[in-house]
């Protein structure tokens, strides 16, 4: 048996430790523990603050889901206090929040995930004709697929590699033979990873027109911060509308073109990862990407194009039950947190962020069985069994996936078109079962899918939709009526359920006479990378990795298979656990 440590986990936003053991080629079962090794205090922050503030604070828990944080924020503060938000707001809301999960999907994709599949040293071995040609074959149809461009970036490549600096390749396992991809393949990946890197700015340009700035865009209790009028140069007008368009086109092209294929050849070479990294299989979605939801979703209208928030469990997409914001709860079994009622589930209203920093170990933490041997600790041998700050939330009592695979589950069990049309592409594509998507492969290949579903939905839906109401005249973007406090209960609670890039994301709040009692989010990656419970239930993460005893890991000092499969969560701790421990958490050195 071989102890494995990976720390940090790289290209992903904040820090992630996994611990696991390993023999004979294998990841044995339940011998993986999720690791979060950074402290967050955003909720405990907001405590005694205006409720109408929270947004720009808990924008801050994350450099990449700032906006997604301030909506979810605001929606759950008019839920407590009324407001009647303006339909154009809403509109605009939505319009933000399918652009920027488009864009994060992306980013994800190329330049998060792609490298645990593409090699980049592979790519100077390329024909670049030949990578023309393989875009090609896999249907791509993007323009930057020429003769000249794919030569220049193989002399790029060169250049780097030659240079023995690898920039923004650096770390990666290169030329690990688990990579699998031929050269052209690799030389177009490259290609591609270069382009989405300047292309991803058009997509999030849509959220800057309509929130001022990005990261960290405005916002606004009871509506939105902006102004929308054609006849007024200084607010939101046609030409604003126009140079939106444009983009959401652009956005379109890129991922119909470009990332499906892409994805779709990736896939169908690592196949394998069709049976590798199964999670747990219950799945909770409140909508497709984009949609929020104030108050509890078992009550909520459903949108035009939308489908009913659900939950899958098991695997039985026969057997879709409602969603019941009743049901969740926050164990802190394996965290180091302390609940006043012991080791018990707790209801977010009610929710406790407290913090036991004496039972935290200080690092350095074992990195290896020398170290272990020296008197170091591996972190799941610590005091009390708590290794993270990440709290365990759990549905009904069980752990659940969310995030795009979990969106496109529980929207095919519900019948919803569009997404039954994609997924039944895919699976004829690539040969595979529904059950299959459950994997590594198939949370890659839901993201990509859920891309195509929100650019197509941007284009032809919410975006049209809001602009039909504009040229009608509808351009009020702002209910006063409930801004000041004095209109407010003296007691009064609320949240928000808001489907974002890695899942589902709600913030609830209680406000007692205009100030914040207690603010809770239970964030996408919260649900994902929290570890055990009080009854013993690994999380979605250790799952992945532990959950059969099958999970490869061919050579324990270079765990790609590990990355993999944890990469396709599109993990986000600073999320996840929402100021680094000021005394100083450090960042340890990569594996052993
Ligand atoms: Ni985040
Ligand atoms: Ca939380």
Same mark, same amino acid.
């Given at each position: 048996?071989?102890?494995?440590?990976?720390?940090?986990?790289?290209?992903?936003?904040?820090?992630?430790?996994?611990?696991?053991?390993?023999?004979?080629?294998?990841?044995?079962?339940?011998?993986?523990?999720?690791?979060?090794?950074?402290?967050? %205090?955003?909720?405990?922050?907001?405590?005694?603050?205006?409720?109408?503030?929270?947004?720009?604070?808990? @924008?801050?828990? /994350?450099?990449?889901?700032?906006?997604?944080?301030?909506?979810?924020?605001?929606?759950?503060?008019? +839920?407590?206090?009324?407001?009647?938000?303006?339909?154009?707001?809403?509109?605009?809301?939505?319009?933000?929040?399918?652009?920027?999960?488009?864009?994060?999907?992306?980013?994800?994709?190329?330049?998060?995930?792609?490298?645990?599949?593409?090699?980049?040293?592979?790519?100077?071995?390329?024909?670049?004709?030949?990578?023309?040609?393989?875009?090609?074959?896999?249907?791509?149809? =993007?323009?930057?697929?020429? *003769?000249?461009?794919?030569?220049?970036?193989?002399?790029?490549?060169?250049?780097?590699?030659?240079?023995?600096?690898?920039?923004?390749?650096? @770390?990666?396992?290169?030329?690990?033979?688990?990579?699998? $991809?031929?050269?052209?393949?690799? &030389?177009?990946?490259?290609?591609?990873?270069?382009?989405? *890197?300047?292309?991803?700015?058009?997509?999030?340009?849509?959220?800057?027109?309509?929130?001022?700035?990005?990261?960290?865009?405005?916002?606004?209790?009871?509506?939105?911060?902006?102004?929308?009028?054609?006849?007024?140069?200084?607010?939101?007008?046609?030409?604003?509308?126009?140079?939106?368009?444009?983009?959401?086109?652009?956005?379109?092209?890129?991922?119909?073109? /470009?990332?499906?294929?892409?994805? *779709?050849?990736?896939?169908?070479?690592?196949?394998?990862?069709?049976?590798?990294?199964?999670?747990?299989?219950?799945?909770?979605?409140?909508?497709?990407?984009?949609?929020?939801? %104030?108050?509890?979703?078992?009550?909520?209208?459903?949108?035009?194009?939308?489908?009913?928030? %659900?939950?899958?469990?098991?695997?039985? $997409?026969? @057997?879709?039950?409602?969603?019941?914001?009743?049901?969740?709860?926050?164990?802190?079994?394996?965290?180091?947190?302390?609940?006043?009622?012991?080791?018990?589930?707790?209801?977010?209203?009610?929710?406790?962020?407290?913090?036991?920093?004496?039972?935290?170990?200080?690092?350095?933490?074992?990195?290896?069985?020398?170290?272990?041997?020296?008197?170091?600790?591996?972190?799941?041998?610590?005091?009390?069994?708590?290794?993270?700050?990440?709290?365990?939330?759990?549905?009904?009592?069980?752990?659940?996936?969310?995030?795009?695979?979990?969106?496109?589950?529980?929207?095919?069990?519900?019948?919803?078109?569009?997404?039954?049309?994609?997924?039944?592409?895919?699976?004829?594509?690539?040969?595979?079962?529904?059950?299959?998507?459950?994997?590594?492969?198939?949370?890659? $290949?839901?993201?990509?899918?859920?891309?195509?579903?929100?650019?197509?939905?941007?284009?032809?839906?919410?975006?049209?939709?809001?602009?039909?109401?504009?040229?009608?005249?509808?351009?009020?973007?702002?209910?006063?009526?409930?801004?000041?406090?004095?209109?407010?209960?003296?007691? /009064?609670?609320?949240?928000?359920?808001?489907?974002?890039?890695?899942?589902?994301?709600?913030?609830?709040?209680?406000?007692? +006479?205009?100030?914040?009692? +207690?603010?809770? /989010?239970?964030?996408?990656?919260? =649900?994902?990378? @929290?570890?055990?419970?009080?009854?013993?239930?690994?999380?979605?993460?250790?799952?992945?990795?532990?959950?059969?005893?099958?999970?490869? &890991?061919?050579?324990?000092?270079?765990?790609?298979?590990?990355?993999?499969?944890?990469?396709?969560?599109?993990?986000?701790?600073?999320?996840?656990?929402?100021? *680094?421990?000021?005394?100083?958490?450090?960042?340890?050195?990569?594996?052993?």
């Amino acid at each position: 048996m071989a102890k494995i440590v990976v720390d940090p986990i790289t290209r992903i936003e904040g820090h992630l430790r996994i611990e696991l053991e390993s023999e004979g080629g294998v990841i044995l079962k339940d011998k993986a523990w999720s690791e979060t090794t950074q402290f967050r %205090g955003l909720e405990t922050i907001l405590q005694g603050r205006d409720p109408r503030d929270a947004w720009a604070f808990v @924008g801050r828990i /994350c450099g990449v889901c700032t906006s997604v944080h301030a909506i979810a924020s605001i929606t759950a503060v008019e +839920n407590a206090i009324g407001s009647n938000v303006p339909t154009q707001a809403k509109n605009i809301r939505q319009i933000m929040l399918e652009a920027q999960e488009i864009q994060d999907h992306v980013i994800h994709f190329y330049h998060l995930h792609a490298l645990d599949f593409v090699d980049p040293a592979s790519a100077i071995e390329a024909d670049p004709q030949a990578a023309v040609d393989f875009a090609k074959t896999i249907g791509s149809t =993007w323009k930057g697929n020429t *003769l000249e461009r794919m030569t220049a970036v193989k002399d790029t490549v060169k250049a780097l590699v030659e240079s023995g600096q690898l920039s923004i390749f650096s @770390g990666g396992y290169i030329g690990h033979p688990a990579y699998k $991809l031929p050269p052209e393949a690799n &030389l177009m990946a490259v290609a591609h990873y270069l382009d989405a *890197l300047e292309f991803q700015r058009s997509m999030i340009r849509i959220v800057t027109t309509f929130g001022g700035k990005n990261p960290h865009p405005n916002f606004l209790v009871g509506g939105m911060a902006c102004t929308i009028d054609p006849e007024h140069s200084e607010s939101i007008n046609q030409v604003q509308l126009d140079q939106v368009s444009k983009w959401i086109d652009e956005t379109l092209e890129f991922v119909e073109g /470009c990332y499906l294929p892409d994805a *779709l050849a990736i896939v169908g070479v690592y196949k394998e990862y069709f049976d590798i990294g199964a999670s747990s299989p219950n799945f909770i979605a409140t909508g497709l990407s984009g949609t929020a939801i %104030g108050g509890n979703p078992k009550d909520a209208a459903i949108g035009e194009n939308n489908f009913k928030p %659900g939950v899958v469990y098991d695997m039985n $997409l026969g @057997g879709v039950e409602d969603f019941d914001a009743d049901l969740v709860e926050e164990w802190a079994t394996s965290a180091w947190y302390t609940y006043a009622g012991g080791d018990v589930g707790v209801k977010p209203l009610a929710g406790e962020t407290v913090p036991t920093p004496a039972i935290v170990p200080r690092p350095p933490y074992a990195m290896s069985e020398e170290d272990a041997a020296s008197g170091k600790k591996f972190l799941n041998e610590s005091e009390q069994d708590k290794y993270t700050w990440c709290k365990a939330p759990r549905y009904n009592g069980k752990p659940v996936q969310v995030g795009p695979l979990a969106r496109l589950i529980v929207g095919y069990a519900r019948g919803h078109a569009e997404i039954k049309e994609i997924v039944d592409y895919a699976l004829s594509t690539l040969g595979i079962t529904a059950a299959q998507l459950n994997s590594t492969a198939g949370r890659a $290949l839901a993201r990509c899918a859920e891309s195509v579903i929100s650019a197509r939905e941007l284009k032809n839906y919410t975006f049209p939709k809001f602009v039909a109401a504009l040229q009608g005249g509808d351009i009020d973007v702002f209910d006063a009526s409930k801004w000041d406090p004095e209109t407010w209960a003296a007691q /009064c609670s609320g949240y928000a359920f808001v489907e974002v890039a890695r899942g589902n994301l709600s913030h609830w709040v209680n406000i007692e +006479n205009g100030k914040i009692t +207690n603010y809770q /989010c239970v964030v996408p990656t919260t =649900w994902l990378a @929290g570890g055990r419970d009080a009854q013993g239930q690994i999380g979605p993460y250790e799952h992945s990795l532990a959950g059969d005893g099958k999970h490869p &890991l061919v050579d324990p000092t270079k765990p790609v298979e590990v990355l993999r499969t944890i990469h396709s969560f599109d993990p986000c701790m600073s999320c996840a656990v929402h100021v *680094l421990d000021a005394d100083g958490v450090e960042v340890q050195a990569v594996v052993s």
